[in-house]
């Protein structure tokens, strides 16, 4: 490879192959995760996460693994950033036993209690007063771990966001709420819905700190989460984030997008996460094209594992159909 200028950087090589390689399997599954639904395998609805791959990657790398995330049902990579083997996600979608839900949730509905992703919901903002239920329990139990909750711009319309935001600040929730502004709820843009287009407004009626973000660049992502972590983490309440992202594929697999141009849709790509990440790994001389195509071929060989282990796994007992309704539990107390 030819020499390049260097371009310095606060973040080591170890963390930019951690973000490019992250980044590119949820790039490369979520291909797969199309391909494989048009041919029927995958059934219900579907959300890929083409485009947005850096705000789970600044996020992950800004966190500690006893940190619990929660998000909407475009959820795929965010359990695959946090550690869970793909595999466990293409079975869930394939309704197979082996699926981290043990196929009863599908597409929208990936859990991993190992890896502290508390879902992957369908009802949309429906996850917001959840992520600060979860940060309410984790201040009651004295830890220092914070909850990421996660949603789509669409979701800022619902007003259990407003009285999440309200509790959350008046209580001082270790909670970072993070906007993931695609542009698009569905396939109407957030100019149609709403008199108040930059959405990290909306956290100030209730002094919350919030601000935006480039969801487009993974070391922007980065450090405004260590910022609200840290803040989260002292005791001092929540922020309000808006990741300004785009997605390079229609809202659903169904979606025809006859809402945007095509090239409105190229002039993102030429923003791609992924690419800006090898960018800069090439101008310090460490990634090459070598390199490259060896992480190329790592991924692919895990998206291969994870479709064959989809496909080899059985489907669900029908027993399992009364088993998870309820919760087992030791009561302090017993209702007469």
């Known amino acids: 490879?030819?020499?390049?200028?260097?371009?310095?950087?606060?973040?080591?090589?170890?963390?930019?192959?951690?973000?490019?390689?992250?980044?590119?399997?949820?790039?490369?599954?979520?291909?797969?995760?199309?391909q494989v639904y048009v041919q029927q395998k995958i059934k219900g609805f579907c959300h890929l996460y083409i485009g947005q791959e850096a705000i789970v990657a600044g996020t992950v790398s800004a966190t500690k693994k006893e940190d619990k995330h929660i998000t909407a049902y475009r959820d795929h990579a965010h359990p695959i950033g946090l550690g869970l083997h793909p595999k466990y996600v293409m079975a869930e979608m394939y309704a197979k036993i082996t699926g981290c839900s043990k196929g009863k949730g599908g597409s929208m509905h990936i859990f991993s209690k190992e890896h502290n992703f508390l879902g992957g919901h369908g009802i949309v903002g429906g996850q917001v007063p959840l992520g600060a239920g979860i940060a309410f329990a984790e201040k009651y139990l004295g830890t220092d771990n914070v909850c990421v909750c996660s949603m789509g711009d669409g979701a800022v319309r619902q007003g259990a966001l407003h009285e999440a935001f309200n509790m959350a600040m008046t209580w001082k929730l270790p909670v970072v709420f993070i906007v993931e502004n695609n542009m698009y709820a569905m396939g109407t843009s957030v100019e149609r819905t709403s008199n108040v287009h930059d959405l990290w407004k909306l956290g100030l009626a209730y002094d919350m700190p919030s601000k935006p973000v480039d969801g487009l660049t993974v070391e922007s992502v980065h450090e405004a989460m260590e910022e609200a972590v840290a803040r989260a983490r002292r005791g001092d309440g929540p922020t309000f984030l808006e990741m300004k992202t785009y997605r390079y594929k229609g809202h659903s697999m169904s979606d025809a997008q006859t809402y945007r141009t095509k090239e409105e849709v190229k002039e993102y790509q030429k923003q791609d996460p992924i690419e800006k990440v090898i960018d800069t790994m090439k101008k310090n001389g460490w990634i090459d094209d070598a390199g490259i195509e060896a992480a190329e071929a790592r991924v692919k060989a895990l998206v291969d594992e994870s479709v064959q282990f989809a496909e080899e796994s059985p489907y669900p007992d029908p027993s399992e159909l009364y088993k998870d309704v309820y919760a087992d539990a030791d009561y302090p107390y017993i209702l007469e």
């Open 1 to 34: 490879m030819a020499k390049t200028a260097e371009k310095k950087s606060k973040f080591s090589k170890e963390q930019y192959m951690k973000w490019y390689e992250s980044m590119l399997l949820m790039r490369r599954f979520e291909e797969k995760t199309g």
